[in-house]
């Protein structure tokens, strides 16, 4: 990872490293990671952009009669897995998907992305950077290899062994992620009893959402080796901090970071502001995407360090906007909403158009919010024009469908698929019953 590598350097590296098999990876819709995993003698017609696959069995790809697809590899992304067998090791490509006609397919998230960074580079915009912040919980595996309910541990912020039993853990991912070409910056155990954090490098968005997808599969593959089940599911446990994704943004044109301003307000630009506007205006809009489950509300609520209110400020952690403190290069804002269920190139999409709608039309950001928003009562927030995020997904399934911008930036096809994936899931939590439903009213009514 990082390297641009040819045809020739990827063959003798496989060669080198007793490479046997290769996984051409891509992501569905709903953020799963799927592969097509072919031997070494596949390997050039993978690399001639031959291989086929029926798109017909993945979430919101086409239809049965239009499955034939084909996988594209990025030779950029090509990687062996560190920890596969000594006897024969696997290597992946990350793949954008196209039709058989050669075009790229409109339901690919990963294609998707790119093509709304092309909108950005049209605005003389060369880079958008993502660094985002994904949390897990680790929990114990039971006697049958099943995820239990219990507990790796019983830590809290930044605490350190014996009281964090996942650090070995921890430390195993990190040593595998660097082995793959990541550069780590911090690792540490987050609030909540088994919930944990590993930073890594920020970098472009279309290369960080692969980062994200690449972090998911190694921090699962790793704790199951220490008969751990990770999941990044955004609130597994009731009572305690959900797991975010915080996602950190910033906008370059010539190699310089379009958001520093050493003489704006707060040395910020004017670009930097207007971007901000954008991501207010269309918050409630595209949270439906930047947290896609049902569960993802269950964290979005106040007292739990989630933002649940619409607002932005640069000194204090509870609006849904942050600025850090950070300067130059560094110059960035930080959306706190995120979750990890998000599928990473759907989500930076949004963010992005949300983000370019507030520049291409000169928005200007509501005043900033320095005061702790839970604390204030609802009055206070409508007279400072703090909207609530939605508080379910039907809620912000319904918020989507209202703004073109982000709608636009997920396509026709990627749009249609996702609501209805969405509306399904939504009827099929509404319609069940639920154990809190029969505790309550079973022997009450």
């Not at 790796?152 to 605490?159: P, Q, S």
């Not at 300067?327 to 949004?350: F, H, K, L, W």
């Not at 508080?391 to 396509?411: C, H, K, P, R, Y």
Request: hydrophobic residues 40%.
């Amino acid at each position: 990872m990082g390297r641009k590598l040819s045809k020739e350097e990827i063959k003798n590296q496989i060669e080198e490293e007793n490479v046997r098999f290769i996984r051409l990876q891509f992501t569905d819709m709903l953020g799963t990671i799927k592969n097509v995993e072919i031997p070494l003698s596949q390997l050039d017609k993978a690399l001639d952009n031959k291989m086929m696959f029926d798109g017909s069995s993945i979430e919101g790809f086409v239809r049965i009669e239009e499955s034939d697809m084909y996988l594209y590899p990025d030779l950029d992304t090509f990687v062996v897995f560190p920890w596969t067998s000594e006897k024969g090791k696997v290597a992946r490509f990350i793949c954008d998907i196209y039709n058989p006609d050669g075009t790229p397919f409109a339901g690919c998230p990963r294609y998707n992305l790119k093509r709304n960074i092309k909108k950005m580079e049209a605005m003389g915009f060369n880079a958008f950077n993502i660094g985002t912040e994904p949390e897990f919980f680790l929990f114990k595996l039971d006697e049958k290899g099943a995820p239990s309910l219990e507990l790796n541990d019983h830590g809290g912020y930044f605490d350190l062994a014996p009281t964090d039993l996942g650090e070995n853990c921890r430390r195993d991912i990190v040593l595998e992620l660097e082995e793959m070409g990541f550069e780590i910056e911090a690792s540490h155990h987050e609030v909540a009893p088994g919930q944990h954090e590993i930073d890594f490098k920020y970098a472009d968005a279309v290369k960080h959402a692969d980062d994200i997808q690449t972090f998911k599969l190694v921090v699962r593959t790793i704790a199951r080796k220490h008969n751990l089940h990770a999941t990044f599911m955004p609130k597994p446990l009731f009572g305690v901090n959900g797991s975010g994704m915080h996602v950190n943004m910033s906008l370059f044109r010539d190699g310089d970071n379009a958001f520093y301003d050493t003489d704006g307000e707060l040395q910020l630009s004017d670009v930097a502001y207007q971007f901000t506007a954008g991501v207010i205006k269309h918050a409630t809009n595209f949270t439906a995407v930047t947290n896609p489950t049902v569960n993802s509300y269950k964290r979005l609520v106040p007292g739990y360090e989630a933002p649940s209110y619409v607002a932005w400020s640069a000194a204090n952690r509870s609006p849904l906007v942050r600025v850090p403190y950070s300067r130059g290069v560094s110059t960035r804002i930080e959306v706190r909403s995120v979750d990890p269920s998000a599928n990473p190139y759907m989500a930076m999409a949004v963010l992005l158009a949300a983000g370019l709608d507030g520049v291409k039309n000169k928005l200007t950001p509501p005043t900033a919010i320095d005061r702790n928003i839970y604390v204030m009562t609802r009055e206070e927030r409508e007279e400072n024009g703090i909207k609530d995020l939605p508080a379910t997904l039907m809620g912000a399934l319904n918020e989507l469908q209202e703004s073109n911008v982000i709608v636009d930036a997920l396509g026709e096809h990627l749009f249609e698929h996702f609501m209805e994936a969405k509306e399904i899931e939504w009827d099929m939590f509404r319609t069940t019953v639920h154990p809190w439903e029969r505790e309550q009213y079973l022997t009450a009514y």
